[in-house]
C-alpha cells in the first residue's frame, strides 16, 4: 500500500482502549492522514461539532454508551465516512451502524494491515457520496417564493420534454449576470429525459472569433492553418445530450446563423468538410442581453431569437427576492462553514438588515462570494458584514433619503412618527403591486413576514392606522 494514500484527509477515531487507539492512529498517520482521537461519544460529539471529518472510525460500545448514537443523531455529513468496529458475537452493532449510515466494518481483534484497505474502500463510498449530494444540491435548487412561478415553469418543461422524448425544443435563459443561469441550465438537464447523456457547456463569450466556429462545429484536416488532424466540434460532443450555450449573443452574425440551421435542421458541417453529420442536442441558450433590442441593433438575428423563444425563462436579479436574500445568505453560509471545516455560523439581525439594504449588482454569484468571505475573515460568532457596511449600502442609503427630503437640514422630528411613515412606504408598496404581499415585500426589499406583521398590526389599532 503506497505512503501518503490517505494524504489530506482528516479522520477521527473513536476508541477506548488506548493501546488500540494508538496503533490505530500510528498505521493512519503513517499513510498521511490527519488523526484526531476521541475515547467517548461525548468527546466524539465535541469534535464533530469543530471539524467536518472526511472519515470516522468508531468502536460500537464506549464508557458512556454506544456510537450508534452518533449515527442517530446525524450528526455526521453525508461527505464523512464512517466506519464502526464491534467484537466478535455482537455484529448486531455493526448491522444497526450500517442500517443508520455507516459504509463498513471491522471485527475486533483485526489485524491493522487491513486498515488501509477497509479505510480507502471508505474513501471511494465517500466520493461517490459526494458527487450525488452535489447532484442533489442542483436538484434540490433552492428557489425560495419568490421563484415560485419559475419553479412551476421549468416543471411544466420538464413534463412537455417526458412526453417528446426524442428532438426537443431549446431552452432561451435570460437573466443579469450573477443570478444562476447556467445553475438553472444544470438543473433542467439533470431532471430531464436526457440526464445520462452528456452536457457540454459553452462560454461563447470567451471563444475567440476565429475558432469559434472550429469549437463549435469542428473541421477537418487541412481546413485550415495548424488543422493537421480532424477534430470533433461541440455540438457533436453533445450528441444526444445538452449543449448549453451561455452569452449566446457574443458570437458574430454568420455563426449565430449555423447555430440556426443546426436547431431547425438537426445536422452540422464542420470546417472544411462536404459532409453533413447528423446530429441530436437540446440547446440550451443563456444571456444577459435584451435580445429584443439586440436585434433592432442588428447584433442579434431575428430568425434566431424566434426559434429560441419557444421555452422562455426570466430569471429575477437578487435585489428583486426580497427575503429569499436571507434564505439564500443561510444555506451558502451552511455550505461555506461545511467546506472550511467551520462550525455553522449565524447571521445577526444587523447583518441581516444589511443583505436586505445592499442593491446585489452582482447578484446571487456575489452574494454567495460575500458571504464565503465574511465566514473567512469574520472574527464575531455571527456573520455581521461589518467590514462591509460601506459596499453594503448603508452610506449611500442615507444618502438617497436625505436628497428625497427625508431628513433635510429643516426636517422637524418633533411631530414625525417612524411607525406611520413605515405605514404608509407599506401602503404605497400594497398599492403599487395590487394588493400582492410577496410583490410588496420585494418593491420593500423586506421579508413578507415583516409585510403581513405590520399590516396585521395596523389591523389591529382601534383607530385603523
Known amino acids: 500500500m503506497p505512503a501518503e494514500m490517505l494524504g489530506g484527509l482528516t479522520i477521527l477515531i473513536v476508541e477506548d482502549e488506548v493501546l488500540l487507539r494508538k496503533q490505530i492512529a500510528a498505521r493512519l498517520q503513517a499513510l498521511g492522514a490527519e488523526v484526531s482521537l476521541a475515547d467517548t461519544v461525548a468527546a466524539a460529539r465535541k469534535s464533530i461539532s469543530a471539524t467536518n471529518f472526511d472519515l470516522a472510525l468508531l468502536d460500537v460500545n464506549l464508557p458512556d454508551g454506544r456510537a450508534t448514537d452518533l449515527l442517530k443523531e446525524k450528526l455526521f455529513p453525508l ?14 452493532g455493526a448491522v444497526e451502524a450500517m442500517r443508520l449510515g455507516a459504509v463498513d466494518y471491522l471485527v475486533k481483534p483485526f489485524d491493522p494491515a487491513e486498515l488501509p484497505l477497509v479505510m480507502e474502500r471508505a474513501r471511494r463510498t465517500r466520493q461517490a457520496a459526494r458527487i450525488e449530494e452535489h447532484r442533489r444540491d442542483l436538484s434540490d435548487l433552492f428557489f425560495g417564493e419568490a421563484l415560485a412561478g419559475l419553479e412551476a415553469q421549468l416543471e411544466k418543461i420538464l413534463v412537455a420534454d417526458r412526453r417528446v422524448q426524442g428532438a426537443l425544443a431549446p431552452i432561451l435563459i435570460q437573466g443579469e449576470t450573477g ?7 444544470r438543473w433542467i438537464h439533470q431532471r430531464g429525459p436526457r440526464a445520462a447523456r452528456p452536457l457540454v457547456e459553452v462560454n461563447c463569450s470567451a471563444l475567440p472569433e ?7 462545429f469542428g473541421h477537418e484536416r487541412g481546413a485550415f492553418t495548424d488543422a493537421r488532424t480532424a477534430r470533433m466540434g461541440l455540438f457533436e460532443a453533445a450528441d444526444g445530450g445538452t449543449l448549453f450555450l451561455d452569452e449566446l449573443p457574443s458570437l458574430p452574425l454568420p455563426l449565430q446563423a449555423k447555430v440556426l440551421s443546426a436547431i ?8 472544411g468538410g462536404n459532409k453533413m453529420i447528423s446530429i441530436d442536442v437540446r440547446l440550451i441558450a443563456a444571456t444577459n442581453r435584451d435580445l429584443k433590442e439586440a436585434v433592432a441593433q442588428g447584433r442579434f438575428r431575428e430568425d434566431l431569437l424566434h426559434r429560441l423563444d419557444l421555452y422562455r425563462v426570466d430569471i429575477p436579479a437578487l435585489r428583486e427576492r426580497g427575503g429569499d436574500i436571507l434564505k439564500l445568505a443561510e444555506l451558502f453560509a451552511n455550505r461555506s462553514c461545511q467546506r472550511h471545516r467551520l462550525p455553522v455560523k449565524t447571521i445577526s439581525l444587523a447583518g441581516q438588515r444589511r443583505l436586505l439594504s445592499y442593491h446585489w449588482p452582482g447578484n446571487v454569484r456575489e ?22 457596511a460601506s459596499a453594503l449600502g448603508i ?9 428625497a427630503g427625508w431628513l433635510s437640514k429643516d426636517f422637524q422630528f418633533e ?24 410583490a410588496a415585500a420585494r418593491l420593500l426589499g423586506v421579508p413578507r413576514d415583516f409585510v403581513r406583521y405590520r399590516l396585521g398590526l395596523k389591523s389591529r389599532k382601534p383607530n385603523g392606522n
Open 395 to 403: 452610506a449611500s442609503a442615507a444618502k438617497e433619503t436625505e436628497s
Open 367 to 388: 452574494l454567495d462570494h460575500e458571504v464565503e468571505r465574511e465566514i473567512v475573515f469574520g472574527e464575531s460568532e455571527e456573520l455581521e458584514f461589518n467590514q462591509f
Open 179 to 185: 443570478t444562476g443561469k447556467t445553475t438553472i441550465a
Open 264 to 271: 431547425e435542421d438537426h445536422k452540422i458541417r464542420r470546417v
Open 79 to 92: 461527505s464523512t465516512g464512517v466506519v464502526v468496529m464491534t467484537a466478535t458475537g455482537a455484529l448486531t
Open 415 to 438: 411631530n414625525f412618527s417612524l411607525d406611520a411613515a413605515i405605514n404608509e412606504l407599506i401602503r404605497l408598496a400594497m398599492e403599487r403591486s395590487s394588493g400582492n404581499v410577496s
Open 210 to 216: 476565429a475558432l469559434a466556429e472550429s469549437e463549435l
